[in-house]
């Protein structure tokens, strides 16, 4: 068993001071990739993703949720017994562009110190 959360070997930058947002690309390249390479069920849907990165390695790992008899994942995932089981996909031999393929926007931030969502001011 293990909790979803990010960490590094050294966390210079803290899940804490992290953040990170992105739209799933409009072709549904996920759920394809899944349905192809990794079995995907007719009632699972994506919980999340874990992604890591190292000097010398990656790892990809999509999180899949039974989501039969709810209306979307996010009420699977309420309603879902503690410790919240999911199937795992790993997912070998990817690059990190390829991985980013998965989305239509990706974006993250990350802060030293606690600052997520102060202003700054700043040039582009």
Partial sequence: MGRFTAHAQYDDYEPDNCQVAADDADNNYLYNYLKKHHDLKEHESVFGIKFYSGERFKSIKILLIDS?????????????????????????????????????RFSLVMSRQPVIGEE???ED
């Fill in 68 to 104: 039969s008899g709810f209306e979307s994942v996010a009420e699977a995932i309420r309603n879902a017994p503690r410790p919240i089981q999911v199937r795992i996909a790993k997912i070998e031999d990817m690059t990190a562009d390829d991985f980013l393929k998965f989305f239509k």
């Fill in 120 to 122: 700054a001011s700043f």
